[in-house]
């Protein structure tokens, strides 16, 4: 783990505790993408007609008996080695006693002291400091169902309903939970480590983030004396006992995480800095009003009475682990887009940001300049797309256009200025580029039109001229202004350039 400056904060007023350090970890929990349930074979599809894809196993009913799904069980293993976890020879399933409306059989199979992955690790960049988070278990179960809180008829946030619905569909949809050593140091490292396991796990193909709450976080946060932060940023495990854990639910985004997290740090150092004590509590998170709200005290382990799921045996991974292949990870293919390609590290990472941008680009290298095709993904189309909110996932059907509209740049159909402009059109109106450079007449003009935009822009513009001779550089710019207005943007700039410089020149 890189050293680095722990973020602390010195209170002044009395009943001060002095300097605290910032301590978190994470609980991350995330939908495996498999076809049926963890333990029974009720589809995972999300459907909007509640309590249909249920059956007696993950309804929890008396006689029916869980068969463990053994695609669950692969990808969790995929995981494992994508984060070079330690695999056992075997795992097992305990159950976890809890009553909560979402868990129909009021406990929840899961792992206990038999983890199918432990003690990975996953490498974070924040800014220019790159670090290890340490995983210290990544273990399956299955997900309870879902709650929806509500108030006179509509949705509401937790502590203003007046009712709770209850939708059991995810009941039983295959959960790994990943849990983390409390190694970040500041919330947005925690986002940045989200970011990176969500790419890890779509790169695995065991994930799918626009599935509604396919990944969701609970994080437990600290303060602690900022003298009990040893070198390398290490805590000792006393030192994290002594400091009461709030852990926060209902984090359901990488922004939302470092809001929450963020939200915390200033509610915990308020209360120290009036001498008041942490309560070991959890809290949820309220997305819509951005803080946090008291739910119960905190459980402790033995409060979930664990003990061995009886009808389910051992089971033995070393074996299937070892068979286990998994594809190239979004770190190796940037160093290789780095290598192969010659692109710089921010270009290779824009471009291996998900696996859907990352295929789009390669496959257009096979076609166009590497440069150009990364700057056009990297650049134009990912940088219209973050302003609309949108990511590559929402028009992956019509990839298809964009790289006719590349292709008409690359043959000189349409030009680079106009082709921008077709893009955002394309965008905001739906259209194929055929159909916007038609309806706009962004076909590049030919050498007659450029001829007269040209002479046109000389003798309409004297004073620009006579600037040009000069020596004033903006004058040619002008010029060229002038052109390019005139032609609606379709002439070639360098082709302008030129018969300008030839006109005036000559």
Not at 168 to 181: D, F, K, Q, S
Not at 228 to 235: F, M, N, Q
Request: charged share 30%.
């Amino acid at each position: 783990m890189t050293a680095r400056a722990v973020e602390t904060h010195e209170a002044d007023e009395e009943g001060s505790r002095g300097e605290f350090a910032i301590v978190i970890g994470l609980e991350v929990h995330v939908q495996l993408e498999t076809d049926t349930k963890v333990f029974c074979g009720c589809a995972t599809e999300p459907t909007n007609e509640p309590n249909t894809n249920v059956c007696p196993t993950c309804l929890g009913l008396p006689g029916a008996l869980p068969v463990l799904n053994e695609a669950a069980v692969e990808a969790a293993l995929k995981l494992g080695q994508a984060i070079d976890a330690e695999v056992p020879d075997r795992t097992r399933f305990h159950r976890k006693n809890y009553y909560y409306p979402d868990l129909p059989k009021n406990f929840q199979i899961t792992q206990y002291d038999a983890p199918i992955c432990s003690d990975g690790e996953i490498e974070v960049r924040v800014g220019g400091d790159s670090r290890e988070i340490g995983i210290t278990r990544a273990h399956l179960e299955e997900d309870p169902g879902s709650l929806g809180h509500a108030r006179g008829g509509r949705r509401t946030s937790i502590d203003a309903a007046e009712y709770t619905l209850v939708d059991y569909n995810r009941a039983g949809v295959p959960l790994m939970e990943i849990v983390t050593e409390p190694d970040f140091r500041d919330p947005a490292e925690a986002r940045a480590f989200l970011s990176k396991l969500e790419s890890v796990l779509e790169y695995l193909g065991i994930f799918d983030a626009g599935r509604d709450g396919s990944l969701r976080v609970d994080a437990n946060i600290s303060m602690v004396p900022a003298d009990d932060v040893a070198a390398g940023d290490s805590i000792s495990a006393d030192v994290l006992a002594a400091a009461n854990r709030t852990e926060v639910k209902n984090i359901s985004s990488h922004k939302g995480a470092q809001r929450a997290l963020a939200y915390e740090v200033t509610r915990q150092r308020n209360a120290l800095e009036r001498g008041r004590e942490i309560a070991q509590e959890t809290r949820h998170w309220d997305e819509s009003r951005g803080v946090t709200v008291s739910m119960r005290t905190k459980e402790a382990e033995a409060d979930y009475r664990y003990f061995a799921e009886a009808d389910l045996p051992p089971l033995e991974v070393a074996e299937l682990a070892a068979e286990i292949e998994i594809p190239e990870l979004p770190e190796a293919r940037r160093e290789r887009f780095g290598s192969e390609y010659g692109l710089g590290r921010e270009a290779a990472s824009k471009l291996t940001s998900t696996k859907a941008v990352a295929d789009f680009y390669e496959d257009l290298t096979t076609e166009f300049d590497p440069g150009v095709a990364a700057t056009w993904v990297a650049d134009e189309l990912l940088g219209e797309l973050n302003y609309r909110d949108m990511a590559i996932e929402d028009v992956v059907g019509r990839l298809d256009e964009f790289r006719r509209l590349i292709e008409l740049v690359d043959q000189d159909e349409i030009t680079e200025t106009n082709a921008t402009t077709v893009l955002r059109e394309m965008l905001d109106a739906g259209d194929d580029p055929a159909t916007v450079i038609e309806r706009e007449g962004m076909g590049k003009a030919d050498d007659d039109e450029v001829t007269a935009a040209v002479e046109a822009a000389i003798s309409e513009n004297p004073e620009a001229v006579v600037d040009y001779e000069n020596g004033e550089d903006g004058a040619l710019n002008y010029l060229m202004g002038q052109v390019m207005d005139k032609t609606g943007g379709s002439a070639d700039p360098g082709s302008v350039n030129g018969m300008l410089r030839e006109r005036l020149d000559g």
